[in-house]
């Protein structure tokens, strides 16, 4: 088992690009997390998915961001023209169900945004 | 809301010896769990141990163990015969299981970086 696989680890942008970033979760997981990191910072939630449905979004700027988790494939962070402040190591975590074991973390995505 | 307050940014211990990393938190809430999370130089999250606030007993794991007082919502983290390979940072975090559509966030810390000297 893979565990859950985070892609790209390092991603830089032009601030107004676009940033895509992937995580798939671990074999039979469908609870997928997504939290940001800023630097000398704790985890901060942003998302909460299960297999096609946002569960929790109270963590996500308005503007700009979003996020899937299809019934195929990765689930999807996506940011629409990035400014420097979402320069962030951003995090993916996924469980089978509510993590109250524990999620399994991704190792991250380093977006930096020049 | 809840928070989580880790007042020792830093530390640092030798090697073999044993150290104690803090963490308070603030909830109205009765049920919940207790985590704490090991970020080493790689990035990686990594499970360390985790509370079950309904259970008095504290949790162990190997060398590590947690001092866990509801009443004074304090869950702190012993490390025993530190090893080398135990520097890193050091997240403690907080899940709710009564908030709504937050059950299952984690809300952490800002972490204490540990350094195990030799």
């Known amino acids: 088992n893979a565990g859950v696989m985070q892609n790209p680890r390092h991603l830089v942008r032009r601030r107004g690009q676009e940033a895509r970033l992937r995580c798939s979760p671990m074999k039979g997981h469908s609870h997928v997390y997504w939290y940001r990191q800023l630097p000398e910072e704790g985890l901060k939630f942003m998302v909460y998915?299960?297999?096609?449905?946002?569960?929790?979004e109270s963590g996500m700027p308005k503007e700009r961001f979003s996020a899937e988790f299809p019934k195929e494939g990765p689930s999807i962070l996506r940011i629409q023209q990035v400014v420097r402040g979402d320069s962030a190591a951003y995090f993916c975590?996924?469980?089978?169900?509510?993590?109250?074991?524990?999620?399994?973390f991704g190792s991250g995505t380093r977006l930096t945004v020049v | 809301a809840q928070t989580v307050t880790q007042s020792q940014p830093e530390m640092s211990v030798q090697e073999a010896e044993t150290v104690t990393l803090s963490c308070t938190y603030d909830?109205?809430?009765?049920?919940?769990?207790l985590f704490w999370y090991k970020q080493p130089p790689s990035r990686q999250m990594i499970l360390v141990i985790r509370q079950e606030a309904y259970k008095q007993q504290n949790a162990t794991e190997n060398r590590f163990s947690v001092n866990f007082q509801k009443a004074a919502k304090s869950f702190s983290l012993k490390i025993s015969d530190s090893q080398l390979g135990d520097t890193a940072m050091y997240f403690c975090a907080f899940m709710g299981l009564n908030y709504g559509g937050s059950q299952g966030n984690l809300i952490f810390g800002k972490g204490t970086k540990l350094s195990v000297k030799p």
């Open positions: 998915l299960q297999k096609e449905n946002i569960i929790d």
């Open positions: 909830t109205s809430e009765n049920n919940y769990y």
């Open positions: 975590a996924s469980s089978q169900t509510i993590g109250i074991y524990g999620y399994t």
